[in-house]
């Protein structure tokens, strides 16, 4: 699990050094073409990084950091180009930004209880997905033609279902970290004298007890 230099590894942190070079492209020399082939092997390499690592037994702690370090950046990166460059509204980007700044905010109380981040559910997944769909799209939708008219529209469909699922998604994460913390409240430490044995355990209390009363009565 502490393993650094694995294939997975790797394609994590090639992605996370396209990030500068795609804001580069799309809003230096707008060259859209390379920005979305750069964004094609982003989502390509996510697809495999994830595969290798099941494959190959390559899994570690730094994989669980980079994978969504880089598909975050690789979100914000193309949600500020867009903004920058008037595609979509600021509102868009300050729903998306909003949630997780939300999120991280909660990470210090999670702490406190023991626990730490906590997983990507599905429908956090299916939100990233559609919002991977959408910008490009968006960014295609920039141009003139029929094909950029379809590409708008359907980018528009995936980025508001995307923003949806990603404050579902958000409200999630809020019940679970809510039942984890009322959890930790409701169990008292383990020195606390008002703590209840557990079923399991208060057979083998009783026994010993007996035990004990049998030897204090043959000393006798």
């Known amino acids: 699990m502490d393993r650094v230099w694995t294939i997975p590894n790797a394609l994590s942190v090639a992605r996370l050094l396209g990030v500068p070079v795609f804001l580069w492209l799309v809003l230096g020399p707008k060259e859209d073409g390379w ?20 494959a190959l037994d390559q899994t570690s702690r730094l994989g669980q950091v980079l994978d969504p370090s880089a598909d975050r950046l690789y979100t914000f ?8 460059r008037d595609i979509v509204p600021w509102w868009v980007a300050a729903l998306l930004i909003g949630r997780d700044v939300l999120v991280v905010l909660a990470l210090p109380v999670l702490r406190m209880y023991g626990y730490g981040p906590l997983p990507v559910n599905f429908a956090g997944k299916a939100a990233t997905l559609c919002l991977l769909y959408a910008f490009p799209l968006l960014f295609l939708g920039d141009h003139h033609g029929i094909w950029a008219q379809a590409a708008y529209v359907t980018g528009w469909a995936f980025a508001i ?21 009322a ?3 409701s169990t008292p430490p383990a020195d606390d004298p008002t ?5 399991s355990t208060a ?18």
């Open 161 to 181: 279902w995307g923003t949806g699922l990603y404050w579902w998604a958000g409200a999630l994460y809020a019940v679970q970290a809510r039942r984890l913390i």
């Open 203 to 220: 057979p083998e209390r009783r026994a010993t007890a007996a035990k004990d009363r049998k030897g204090a009565t043959s000393q006798q």
């Open 77 to 84: 990166a193309t949600l500020i180009a867009l903004v920058l």
């Open 183 to 185: 959890g930790a409240r």
């Open 195 to 199: 703590r209840r044995p557990s079923p």
């Open 35 to 54: 920005a979305l082939a750069l964004l094609a092997f982003a989502g390509i390499s996510d697809w495999l990084d994830g595969k290798i690592a099941r």
